[in-house]
């Protein structure tokens, strides 16, 4: 499957492998749960959402491969010549490629289950560890924000509506 491309212009394909980035444990996550937005409060300072397939290949086309010019890279990815490496799946800054991704272990043999990693600015910062340990860890971080707040502060955040300047922010479009 590919977006379909403006007529005259180079056809984008879908990244390559991307069936190795295909985690048990997520896909069962999404059959549950589609794919959220987690937008708390902002007393908490913390949101993120997950990116339905569309979505999920248009960003990850901000992810850099560090070995090669981004140029070189580009023209790769649009010929279908280009072996991706992470598959970014859920972020909060995804203009500027801040997220998770899907990447294999370089440590694993064979064919083993996808692991995620963190992404800071496009680039590749650290490894997570399993889909399964990434929702773990970002559940006890919800808890321990919502922990935080007394009774009185979190009525008055589940209360605020908000100021959208310039209009709500959602996924409108990226419906795979």
Request: overall charge negative.
């Amino acid at each position: 499957m590919s977006p379909r491309a403006p007529e005259g212009r180079a056809q984008f394909t879908v990244p390559r492998g991307a069936a190795q980035f295909d985690a048990l444990a997520y896909r069962s996550f999404v059959a549950a749960h589609g794919y959220p937005l987690l937008a708390v409060p902002a007393e908490l300072h913390y949101g993120f959402a997950f990116l339905p397939p569309l979505a999920a290949r248009q960003v990850s086309t901000l992810i850099a491969d560090e070995d090669r010019d981004f140029a070189e890279v580009r023209a790769a990815r649009r010929a279908g010549q280009y072996t991706w490496q992470y598959v970014m799946f859920a972020g909060w800054n995804f203009a500027d490629g801040d997220g998770w991704a899907f990447g294999l272990d370089p440590e694993a043999a064979g064919d083993g289950e996808p692991v995620v990693w963190l992404l800071e600015g496009g680039l590749v910062a650290e490894e997570v560890g399993t889909f399964q340990q990434w929702l773990a860890e970002r559940a006890a971080d919800v808890r321990s924000r919502v922990d935080a707040l007394d009774a009185d502060a979190l009525a008055d955040a589940a209360a605020w509506e908000g100021d959208y300047a310039d209009g709500a922010q959602d996924l409108e479009g990226f419906d795979g």
